[in-house]
């Protein structure tokens, strides 16, 4: 059974640990996540970009293929399927088709059409019973053809999006998707103290976790982050893994090129990542 974020990320709040949002691409990726959750007994957030719900041929198929295999692999743990960064007509298609958890992003829109868009959504998503995620300041760098600019986010205008009833928050604080240049100038733990000083105890989200040193994720989660999101680095060591087999000349051995033979290096090191991740943000055995 799919659960919405509320609880699970009250909890995490609370015992000062995050929980892991991992984008998924397939059921691979899919399956990679949810056993090593399973088997971390950590509780789990599956992200799904619009872009990778388009490929996976639209959010039912992906809502549909989550709950059978939660079923079929008897996963126990608490298990979050939510949509990363949605448009306003994406967050209501996604609820519809069974999506537990919806992020809207209207960091684009000026505050106050980004309130009124936020305050439909989270109607629609508590009637739904699910949680709500919203984003003030728009994260840098460029998932699936959302670009930010590296913004950081207003602590007066965290607090009136979070007053709104959101369930949880996205506050830009200098985080970026994908890989962090050489000169990036690290998270803003004074604007994040701010946040969580005008927005406690609303959980918040730290998006771009892919390559963020670990003591700054630490630090990040001693003052409120609660959800971290990690997709390029899963992305990367799937690649480098399948890299490997086929360079190695692998797939030219015997039924090598049997593609759950050629993707298997990949999901092992899904695995390990993820394994990783939940090592460090300290949701290992929560569940
Ligand atoms: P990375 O790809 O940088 O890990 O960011 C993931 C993310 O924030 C998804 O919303």
Same mark, same amino acid.
């Given at each position: 059974?799919?659960?919405?974020?509320?609880?699970?990320?009250?909890?995490?709040?609370?015992?000062?640990?995050?929980?892991?949002?991992?984008?998924?691409?397939?059921?691979?990726?899919?399956?990679?996540?949810?056993?090593?959750?399973?088997?971390?007994?950590?509780?789990?957030?599956?992200?799904?970009?619009?872009?990778?719900?388009?490929?996976?041929?639209?959010?039912?198929?992906?809502?549909?293929?989550?709950?059978?295999?939660?079923?079929?692999?008897?996963?126990?743990?608490?298990?979050?399927?939510?949509?990363?960064?949605?448009?306003?007509?994406?967050?209501?298609?996604?609820?519809?088709?069974?999506?537990?958890?919806?992020?809207?992003?209207?960091?684009?829109?000026?505050?106050?059409?980004?309130?009124?868009?936020?305050?439909?959504?989270? #109607?629609?998503?508590?009637?739904?019973?699910?949680?709500?995620? #919203?984003?003030?300041?728009?994260?840098?760098?460029?998932?699936?053809?959302?670009?930010?600019?590296?913004?950081?986010?207003?602590?007066?205008?965290?607090?009136?999006?979070?007053?709104?009833?959101?369930?949880?928050?996205?506050?830009?604080?200098?985080?970026?998707?994908?890989?962090?240049?050489?000169?990036?100038?690290?998270?803003?733990?004074?604007?994040?103290?701010?946040?969580?000083?005008?927005?406690?105890?609303?959980?918040?989200?730290?998006?771009?976790?892919?390559?963020?040193?670990?003591?700054?994720?630490?630090?990040?989660?001693?003052?409120?982050?609660?959800?971290?999101?990690?997709?390029?680095?899963?992305?990367?060591?799937?690649?480098?893994?399948?890299?490997?087999?086929?360079?190695?000349?692998?797939?030219?051995?015997?039924?090598?090129?049997?593609?759950?033979?050629?993707?298997?290096?990949?999901?092992?090191?899904?695995?390990?990542?993820?394994?990783?991740?939940?090592?460090?943000?300290?949701?290992?055995?929560?569940?």
């Amino acid at each position: 059974m799919l659960v919405s974020a509320t609880e699970a990320l009250k909890k995490a709040k609370e015992g000062k640990y995050a929980i892991g949002q991992f984008n998924i691409n397939n059921l691979e990726w899919t399956k990679a996540i949810l056993l090593t959750a399973e088997e971390c007994k950590s509780p789990v957030i599956l992200g799904v970009s619009e872009g990778a719900a388009k490929y996976m041929c639209g959010f039912k198929t992906v809502a549909d293929m989550v709950k059978a295999m939660v079923e079929s692999l008897n996963i126990t743990v608490p298990v979050i399927l939510h949509l990363d960064h949605g448009s306003y007509d994406g967050a209501k298609a996604a609820i519809g088709a069974g999506f537990s958890s919806v992020m809207f992003d209207g960091s684009h829109y000026g505050i106050e059409e980004n309130i009124e868009k936020t305050k439909e959504i989270i #109607a629609l998503a508590k009637a739904n019973g699910i949680s709500v995620e #919203a984003e003030v300041g728009a994260i840098g760098g460029e998932e699936d053809g959302v670009v930010g600019s590296g913004e950081v986010a207003d602590p007066a205008e965290c607090k009136l999006i979070a007053d709104l009833g959101v369930d949880i928050l996205a506050a830009g604080i200098g985080n970026i998707h994908g890989k962090y240049p050489a000169n990036w100038a690290g998270l803003n733990f004074d604007v994040l103290a701010e946040i969580e000083k005008a927005t406690s105890p609303m959980p918040l989200v730290l998006h771009g976790g892919t390559g963020i040193p670990t003591d700054m994720i630490k630090k990040a989660i001693s003052l409120g982050v609660s959800k971290i999101n990690v997709n390029t680095e899963c992305q990367l060591s799937f690649a480098a893994a399948v890299r490997k087999y086929i360079e190695e000349g692998k797939d030219l051995e015997g039924k090598g090129f049997d593609p759950r033979k050629l993707l298997a290096p990949g999901v092992e090191a899904i695995k390990a990542t993820v394994k990783e991740k939940m090592e460090l943000f300290g949701s290992i055995n929560k569940a």
